[in-house]
């Protein structure tokens, strides 16, 4: 609860009602006296006077009742709205909480389920969505070694590369979250944001890239940080919009058509990118061979 929401909800001290009260019968009082003293000696416009009199009194007295029932009403209806809030609020805690606690689950199929969980709770919140997507961030950033080809390893690839789904299908519409993603130090599994939006640009610094790592088509608004990243296989940044710092410096890969129609458009940025260069028209473009 708020400290707006606590002075709104503060109780009517008694000596305000008891003043109201005072007023109201000193009110009646004085009026009943003026048109007293107005009637004069006549017996009719005296008891004319005292059913004006009283009719003040009443009215004023009502209108006191009046006001305190709307008050009664009015806190109580401030009381329903912030008990369905703390409601809402326990339950999501409890939503978040049981999901988080299946990603510690030994089995995949668990750790998969409170993934999916995970998202639907911030498709339905999205004051959520940052929260759980740095939730599955630090998941993926979970020490793991792929070296092995046992069952557990191949489940943990499988959860792995569903984690990332739910991070990219989410940075691309028609389910856009506009969220920041930190992967830095992540393994990722046939990583996908092909046509993806950065909107805080992405740090994928010493980020391990198991499988395919497509970001065809995808923008980047902010600084794309992979510095020291290591790409085990294909890695595609065809048709890339850079919009920022552009750092790759370290990057271990096998591929050499990475950049493929590769934009950058803020020409004031830095690119860091061994082996390529920026034309004036923003393409990058692969060094020429030294003769």
Known sequence: MTTR???A???????????CGVLAVVVTAAVLVWLLAEAGSDPGRRIEAIKTGFTVGLAGGGSIVLFLAVRRQWHQEVVAVITTRDADERRLTDLYVKATEHLGSPLAQVRIA?????ERLAQENPHQRQ???????????????????????QQELHVRRSAGTILTTHLREPEFWGVTVDLSRAVLVDFNARGCVFTGGLNCEKVVFIGVARFTDARFAGVARFVDADFRDTS??????FEDDVLFSGVRSRDSRWFLGARLTNHKAVLEIPGFHVEPDGT?????PAR
């Open 5 to 7: 929401q606590q002075q």
């Open 9 to 19: 909800l503060r109780p009517l001290r008694r000596w305000v009602i008891v003043v």
């Open 114 to 118: 409170g993934l999916y969980a995970l």
């Open 131 to 153: 929260v759980v997507t740095d939730v599955i961030s630090a998941y993926l950033r979970m020490p793991f070694a792929d070296g092995d080809d046992d069952l557990e390893t």
């Open 236 to 241: 595609r940044f065809t048709g890339v919009t």
């Open 284 to 288: 990058i473009k692969p060094d020429a």
